[in-house]
Every structure is written in structure tokens, then in C-alpha cells.
């Protein structure tokens, strides 16, 4: 069973769907002990940082996820799902993540000019369509080209602090991660659930990931 993990801050119904299309049996939860008794885990989650680990704790999940993934069992963060993996984050002060991957969750600059018009500069939130440039050869790329499209809307990125946990590479003004992997955990600061055949792709290998 894949556990999609309810705490008030994700994008549920899309991401649940998405599995399910793709062979998953998923129960959309917000119980730590389905958390725990599940063979998968997913990470959604959407809107600011801090409100989002406020309610994972509140919840009372940050501990069966972080059991579940020192268990060594498949996991996957989805945008601010990801996001809370770092070990802090700066958006609207300092605030502590799961420090699963060394580094902090920063902002993209206002002032980043537009490569296509150097008068303009490029939008944040960062939303829409990039490439994914695969930095390592993980079981969740396989039958994705590298430099893909996947689906964006973030204003704030993570940087992991250690080379071994970047997973994919994309661009917005300056080079940001757009997916972090680490033994049995993987996530993605896109949408799979929104980025057509490659995002399905991406999640019917997590759902047939053997790890």
C-alpha cells in the first residue's frame, strides 16, 4: 500500500490519481500508524515552509516518515514534500526541516534578468514547464530522456550540501536542484502528478521501485 500523506498542505486528489493510474494501490492518509504500516510513502505538499512542518508535527507524521525511510523503505517528497527533506529552511525566517538532506531552502531572487531580454527580469514563483538535466542514473529515471520537461511552481529551492544527493538539475535564472535522492528516498521539486507522460513515468517506477 502507498501511504499519500494528508497533513493539510498538499495537492492530494491529483497525486493519488496519478498513482493509481499507474498501478498503485494508495490510501490517502493522515493516521501515523497507516504512515507506518505502509510499503510506500509520499511526501506531497504545497504553500509556505513553516506552516507545512507545523502540521506534519501537529499531525503527529514527521516521526513514522522518518521511521519509514530509515526502515529503508521507498519514499518520495513532491515541491514542499521535498523541500522539508533540507535541514532548514529561510522563507519568512529560519525554520527547521527534517535534515534527511544536508543544506538549507532558499529564495530566488526578484532581480534575476531574463536571459531571452536582459531589461526584464524573470518571474518568481518560478511555474511552468523546464528541462531536467539527470545528474545521476537512479531507478526513478528509467524510460525518462534525460533533459525532459517536468512541471514547476515554486519560489524556493533547496540546496543540498553534498554532491552524492543531487538527483536532477534544472534552471531558472541560476542552477537549482530539481530532485534529490538518497538510499531509499527520492524527491522531486516539480509535479509529477502534473508533467504529463514523463511525471506518470516517474511514478510508475516508484511504484515498481525495489529497493
Not at 32 to 61: K, M, S, T, W
Request: glycine share 10%.
Amino acid at each position: 500500500m502507498i501511504a499519500v500523506i494528508d497533513y493539510g498542505s498538499g495537492n492530494l486528489r491529483s497525486v493519488a490519481k496519478a498513482l493509481e493510474s499507474v498501478g498503485g494501490r494508495v490510501r490517502v492518509t493522515s493516521t501515523p500508524a497507516e504512515v507506518a504500516a505502509a510499503g510506500r510513502v509520499v511526501l506531497p505538499g504545497v504553500g509556505a515552509f513553516a506552516d507545512c512542518r507545523q502540521n506534519l508535527d501537529a499531525a503527529g507524521l514527521a516521526g513514522p516518515v522518518l521511521d519509514h525511510i530509515a526502515a529503508g523503505r521507498p519514499f518520495l517528497g513532491i515541491c514542499v514534500g521535498m523541500q522539508l527533506l533540507f535541514s532548514e529552511s529561510h522563507e519568512f525566517g529560519t525554520h527547521a526541516g527534517l535534515n534527511l538532506i544536508p543544506g538549507p531552502v532558499e529564495a530566488f531572487s526578484t532581480r534575476m534578468p531574463d536571459p531571452a531580454d536582459p531589461r526584464r527580469r524573470l518571474k518568481v514563483p518560478h511555474m511552468g514547464w523546464n528541462r531536467v538535466e539527470q545528474v545521476v542514473n537512479h531507478p526513478l529515471w528509467a524510460g525518462i530522456p534525460d533533459q525532459a520537461h517536468f512541471y514547476f511552481v515554486h519560489s524556493f529551492f533547496g540546496q543540498p550540501l553534498e554532491a552524492s544527493h543531487l538527483a536532477g538539475r534544472s534552471t531558472h535564472g541560476i542552477p537549482f536542484a530539481a530532485a534529490v535522492a538518497r538510499d531509499t528516498l527520492f524527491a522531486t521539486q516539480f509535479h509529477p502528478e502534473k508533467s504529463q507522460k514523463h511525471g506518470l513515468q516517474l511514478l510508475k517506477n516508484f511504484v515498481k521501485w525495489s529497493c
